[in-house]
């Protein structure tokens, strides 16, 4: 396999703007592609924002910002996607999504590609059979946001060769991250750890032990998080909570992974959490 200089990401949101962003500072050239050109556009105009941001606190020069800007461009088609080293999916954490996706993107691209995942919880070995490169198919997890935090979890599928695991290392020790290795069950580490810890915040609530204010000031003052439970939950999404919890509950089969009955609540009401302007805070 060729060395990686380009890396197209499937999903301009905000996973795949991050990856975008992290890549480009990498020195990496960048294709982002979404369902509509309005969708790359915003997702460039946010990454833009947030380089702007880290230029304002001096974390970044304005040179490294403009040259790493000049190396994304949108790729409204999947075949502008042919020119990928390596691509990441960053698209909704639903495996029904995901595997259309796979099927309209293989036979676009570059057959020695890679094609990595930026699932939260979904089986990397499950993934990879709906491709046609189980062998060059990896879980390259990142946190949100990407361009704040450190870690990437790295995730091999049981038939992900050596070569891939190499080639992804390689990448995101490019983006100065640290990389933590995983086994592919549900969730991983990080979110095996936090979604549950999130879902009991969502209990505690649900059970009326405490208020919304009350539960996250308890874990940000009496545990040093930097976020409450419930605050980091409408920043990463309900419906990607719903969809980890629900992950875990099956891919593991014990009931202490029942998503909090409040949590599927708020998700089938559209509260979603910071996207939507409401979840367990108001953002309108
Ligand atoms: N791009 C660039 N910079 C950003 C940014 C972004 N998207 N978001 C925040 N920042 C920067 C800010 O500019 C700021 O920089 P300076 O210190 O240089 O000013 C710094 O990060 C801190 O931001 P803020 O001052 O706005 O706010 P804060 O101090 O409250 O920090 C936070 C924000 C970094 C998000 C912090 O609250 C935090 O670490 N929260 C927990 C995040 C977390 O747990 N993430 C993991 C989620 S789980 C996950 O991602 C896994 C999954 O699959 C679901």
Redesign the pocket.
């Known amino acids: 396999m060729s060395k990686i200089e380009t890396i197209g990401i499937v999903g301009a949101g905000q996973m795949g703007g ?1 990856i975008a ?1 992290v890549s480009a500072l990498g020195g990496y050239k960048v294709l982002i592609h979404d369902i509509s050109a309005d969708r790359i556009e915003k997702g460039i105009a946010t990454i833009s924002g ?2 702007a ?2 230029v304002g ?3 970044l020069e304005e040179k490294a910002r403009n040259e790493a800007m000049a190396r994304i461009s949108a790729a409204p088609a999947m075949a502008d996607l042919a020119a990928a080293d390596l691509v990441i999916e960053a698209a909704t954490e639903d495996e029904t999504v995901k595997r259309k996706i796979y099927a309209q993107l293989c036979p676009q691209l570059n057959p020695e590609a890679i094609l990595a995942t930026n699932t ?2 979904i089986s990397i070995t499950r993934l990879a059979a709906q491709t046609d490169r189980p062998e060059r198919f990896i879980g390259i ?9 450190k870690l990437v979890e790295l995730v091999r599928g049981i038939a992900t060769e050596d070569q891939t695991f190499e080639a992804a290392k390689t990448y995101v020790n490019h983006l100065d991250k640290t990389i933590t290795v995983s086994e592919d069950f549900p969730a991983f580490i ?2 095996r750890i ?2 549950p810890m999130i879902n009991e915040a969502i209990y505690t609530l649900y059970e009326g032990v405490g208020t919304v204010d009350a539960i996250d000031t308890a874990m940000r003052l009496g545990a040093n ?3 409450g439970p419930l605050q ?1 939950a409408d ?2 999404g309900l419906d ?2 719903l969809s ?1 919890m629900q992950v875990l509950h099956e891919g593991l089969s014990d009931s202490k992974y029942r998503p909090c009955p409040l949590l599927v609540k708020y998700v089938e009401a559209g509260w979603l959490g910071r996207k939507t302007s409401r979840g367990f805070y108001d953002y309108r």
């Open positions: 991050g962003h947030n380089m941001r880290q606190s001096g974390k939260s919880s997890h990142f946190m949100n946001p990407v361009p704040v935090m990080v979110n936090l979604l998080h930097p976020m980091l920043f990463i990607t909570c980890i």
